[in-house]
């Protein structure tokens, strides 16, 4: 197939002007709260560049298919040699306010209820996972914290990814595969035929069988732990121990599983480059069928990148395993 793109600027498309000079063009699908990325290098240092700020809409797919929205970016800025210029942009709906200092409390809330809160003050509209709604939060600090430090830390301390999108600020459980509304987000399918290079990294020092969260009962005056994962082998020197102490077990709970899900998706990593395919994004399903045994089969991209340039189209991704595989090569995978 022929790749195809397009860029478009205030309604008028570029290619007439760009696609002559195209040295490559590199788009960056990020996780969470990072930007996404658009890297353009252009053969010729004479040609009349939008302005820093300018808004350029990108498109890619192939002639007998058609082009497919890779979204609005917003350009950086420019870097220029005697052979080429680098224009670097980021995703449009990326707001900078996100980055100003706030100082303010939470206290007795859910996770759902700052989110909305913050979405709310950006003039966006909160899109939140039905699983989000239960996490509740005792007491929480924002310092001298800019908004997308605080959610990204909070995406971080409950494996939540938190992510600007269009007019939406939108949250939905790490390595599920969900959309905010429940829904299973489209996959994709990889066979060892349809793929240029794949590799897979086990990381053993990530593979833990439990996390235990320790707390405090004030009206008891007793300590108390929830364990996540397998409580048999949850020794010191197998399982993993949160520090610090609880105010409840609800909030220990969230906590343990939290970092436990992160660990799994931690333990192993698939990455691949296969033909261009515009429609591989993050958190969408990735099944692998016809690959060595042991091998999971179904995965979660995590981040991809799209590459066109003089060689042709490719894309590169990565993926995790989802949280409810605990193990390589389970029962529950095999099947």
Known sequence: ??????????????????????????????????????????????????????????????????????????????????????????????????????ARSFTETHLSEIVQKIASEHGLEAKIAPALTNIRLENLHQTAESDLHFLTRLGQQYNVLIKPSGHYLVAMPMGKGISPTGAAL??????????????????????????????????????????????????????????????????AKVAAQAVYEKLIQKAYTFSAEIPGNPQVLAESKLTLQGFRPGIPTVWILSRSSHSLSSSGYKTSLEAMVPTEFQKMGTEKDKA
């Open 1 to 102: 197939m022929t790749p195809l793109f397009d860029i478009v600027l205030k309604g008028t498309s570029l290619l007439g002007r760009i696609q002559p000079f195209l040295i490559s063009l590199t788009l960056t699908d990020e996780p969470g709260l990072k930007s996404d990325k658009l890297d353009l290098v252009l053969a010729d240092q004479n040609l009349d560049l939008p302005q820093t700020g300018e808004l350029l809409k990108v498109s890619l797919g192939y002639k007998e298919t058609g082009l497919f929205d890779m979204g609005t970016f917003s350009i950086d800025g420019y870097t220029l040699s005697p052979k080429e210029s680098r224009i670097t942009a980021h995703a449009a709906d990326f707001l900078e306010n996100f980055k100003n200092p706030q």
């Open 186 to 251: 489209p996959g994709i399918t990889l066979t060892p035929d349809s793929v240029m290079n794949w590799s897979l990294q086990c990381s053993k020092k990530e593979a833990v069988p439990s996390v235990t969260a320790k707390g405090y009962d004030t009206d008891s005056a007793e300590e108390f732990h929830e364990t996540i994962g397998d409580e048999d082998d949850s020794d010191e020197n197998m399982g993993y121990s949160l520090r610090g102490l609880y105010p409840t077990r609800e909030a």
